[in-house]
Structure formats: structure tokens, C-alpha cells
């Protein structure tokens, strides 16, 4: 069965300064992986996704995400971090074989320090 | 131009009562879902379902039922609602063989 673990429950960073929020996935394939943002009281918006090919995909507000095999890997960045940015973060897998279903991370919370 | 929409966005009821949140995608995607994120913001499926096939998450109640009069609306249907199934639910959709999903903004059911 797939699963992801966002260890980070909490981040704080300062305005301006880069971000990475960790992902690690269990998938017994090549897995399809997600990063969603969730602004408060708001859905789920998709930031980026990798299927295959190049590692290094970049995303939506400036986001980006490298997925790492051999580390099981999908941990997210931004080089510059603005107040718009405080958000619950969601790391994702996904597989055509079960339903097309995703299994989510338990989310990371940012919060952006002025 | 809302992609995937829900109603209501609130609701509040009381325990032992039926209550249905509909979902409506614009995308023209076959495949739609519903997922359930509890107090916790912990984010779980709870059915896949286009028209040929329903996949039901087998931790589900069977009190939660999904309906779908078209290929554009997935309803969920709680019976008997308990003070547990308080949550947002969140409806999504993906085109034909697709993984991607798009979600709409979300139900918070609140039972009292």
C-alpha cells in the first residue's frame, strides 16, 4: 500500500527566505506525486506534479520540487518566501491502479514571520 | 467558471440525522471522488467513482452512500449522522485515466 510522510508538522521562516518542505513516499512503482497548497478555509489548489521524466518540476507561485528515487523523495522549494505563501502544504501519491485514488501526507503548516 | 463547486459550504445538524452535500465539476472529467479531512487537516479518500466503477474505501461507514445522477455531479449521502463524521469533505475530479485531481472548496459538516 502507498503512504507519505511529511515529517514537518510546523514551519517558520522569515519573509524573503527560501523554503524546502520534506515528502517522503512508499510505492511499490514509479509513483505519481502531488504537491497541494491549502490557504485557510479554502480546497486544496495543485501546485505542481511529476508522472516522470526530468526530476526538477517546477510549479505554480513560483514553486518547485525535486523528486529523488533513491531517497523516495518529493520535497518542495521555494528560493523566496513571501506572506502569501503561509498555507497548509500537502504532499501527495497517486496510482492508476487503485482507482485513480490519492494518498496524502499528513500536511505541513507555513507560516511566514515578517 | 468554477471548476468543481460543492454545497453547501457549511452545514450544521444534529446527530441521527440524513444529510446529502452535492458536487458539481464543470471539466467535462469522468472520474470524480470524495475525501474526508478531519479536525487534524489529515486528508483521506473515501470513494472513487466513475460510471462504470465504484471503489469504496473499505474504511467508510456504509451509512455514507455516493450518488450520481450524471457524469458532472457526485453527491454524498450520510444517514444516521454521529458526532464523529464532523469534518470537512471535499469533492474532486480527474479526467478519463488521469491521476491529477481538481478539488472544490470544500463541505464542513459540523453534527451537534
Known amino acids: 500500500a502507498q503512504s507519505v510522510t511529511q515529517p514537518d508538522i510546523h514551519i517558520t521562516v522569515s519573509e524573503g527566505a527560501s523554503l524546502e518542505l520534506r515528502c517522503n513516499y512508499s510505492?511499490?512503482?514509479?509513483?505519481?506525486l502531488f504537491w497541494y497548497v491549502q490557504s485557510p478555509g479554502q480546497g486544496l489548489q495543485l501546485l505542481l506534479k511529476y508522472f516522470s521524466g526530468d526530476t526538477l518540476v517546477q510549479g505554480i507561485k513560483g514553486f518547485e520540487a525535486e523528486f529523488k528515487r533513491s531517497q523516495s523523495s518529493f520535497n518542495l522549494r521555494k528560493p523566496s518566501v513571501h506572506w502569501s505563501d503561509a498555507a497548509e502544504y500537502f504532499c501527495?501519491?497517486?496510482?492508476?491502479?487503485?482507482?485513480?485514488?490519492?494518498?496524502f501526507g499528513g500536511g505541513t503548516r507555513l507560516m511566514v514571520k515578517p | 467558471d468554477t471548476a468543481v463547486s460543492q454545497t453547501p459550504k457549511y452545514l450544521v445538524t444534529q446527530m441521527g440525522n440524513d444529510k446529502s452535500i452535492k458536487c458539481e465539476q464543470n471539466?467535462?472529467?469522468?472520474?470524480m471522488y470524495w475525501y474526508k479531512q478531519d479536525s487534524k487537516k489529515f486528508l483521506k479518500i473515501m470513494f472513487s467513482y466513475n460510471n462504470k466503477e465504484l471503489i469504496i474505501n473499505e474504511t467508510v461507514p456504509n451509512r455514507f452512500s455516493p450518488k450520481s445522477p450524471d457524469k458532472a455531479h457526485l453527491n454524498l449521502h450520510i444517514n444516521s449522522l454521529e458526532l464523529g463524521d464532523s469534518a470537512v469533505y471535499f469533492c474532486?475530479?480527474?479526467?478519463?485515466?488521469?491521476?491529477?485531481?481538481?478539488f472544490g472548496p470544500g463541505t464542513r459538516l459540523t453534527v451537534t
Open positions: 474532486a475530479s480527474s479526467s478519463r485515466g488521469a491521476v491529477e485531481q481538481y
Open positions: 501527495a501519491v497517486g496510482a492508476r491502479n487503485a482507482g485513480n485514488m490519492l494518498t
Open positions: 471539466l467535462g472529467h469522468d472520474t
Open positions: 510505492y511499490g512503482a514509479t509513483p505519481y
